[in-house]
């Protein structure tokens, strides 16, 4: 049985669910469809997923988080609400919730998380910022005096912070990660080869192929499939590394650049933690190939990625509840919702 305690990373491409034992008791898709003309919620999670582009006009398979935050609050708290009841079942569980979201969220897009933890049953809501989640889940001691930089690539944002003495030194979140580098690669592969294909595509060809930097003999092929825009009939086109490595150079150097105006701004005492503790990458898109490299020779800092980046963030939401006295400087805010 779960605890009455789950930390939720509300992501934009998955959904992680963690309890306060550190047992993962969900990871799907943050998609959700629905029957545009009635409302009903006719899938959610997976089985959502694969209708993404495969619907008729009136069924809508969408995605209801943007850049980390709820961009269509009433489909968020039904399929929210969904994946509590699937984890409890018919309990009468109201469990405690801590949501992690991006260190840029705004007032209003806060109090949208926890209305809509709120109104899908949880008792209580706490949220906390992504690199302090990332930074539990990674297993880093942020209750020393000891300056620790996570870089957090997500689905939607990259959050960047200095941390130290549990709190949050310097940080910077930008809206630029995981799914801005599938829409690159659309646009790229529309724009040189006149084939549009699915971001669905993209994922896979940025998982198979794509770089942040590469070698020559790193070099790799992968075959996209699409339609070709001229003809309206279905197409292949074989893309490489070196191209897609070209296609994603902006995104990558807006994550580099963050980066080094987070170290600009590191106190000089912290910077002398840095240069012993280096970076530690989290997050889905931290995977991105060569992203380690690039980040370390930009640097001149060590840079290691976290064991299961994907599940660090997850997994440090859920810790947050051994912390939730100690943590600083408003990383946990709790909600005036108590039921």
Known sequence: MPSNDIGIDLGTATIIIYDSHMERLLCEPSVVA???HT???LAVGSEAQRMLGRTPDRIRAAMPLANGVISDFDITKEMITFFIRKIYANSLIKPRVIVCVPSGITEVESDAVISAAAGAGARRVY???EPVAAALGAGIDIAKPEGHLIVDIGGGTTD???LSFNGIVCKSSLRVAGRQFDEQIVRFIQQRYGVLIGEHMAEQAKIACAAACFEPDEEC???ARGRNLRTGLPAR???CRSELCGALREQVYRIVDAVRKILEITPPELSADLHDNGIVLT???SLLFGLDRLLSKETNLSVVRAEEPTECVARGTAIAFEHLDRL???FVRTSTHVH
């Open 34 to 36: 629905y029957d545009t």
């Open 39 to 41: 409302g009903e919620l």
């Open 127 to 129: 949220l906390i910022e």
């Open 160 to 162: 960047i912070a200095v």
């Open 221 to 223: 092929v992968f075959e």
């Open 237 to 239: 086109v074989s893309i």
């Open 283 to 285: 997050g889905g898109g």
């Open 328 to 330: 600083s400087d408003g």
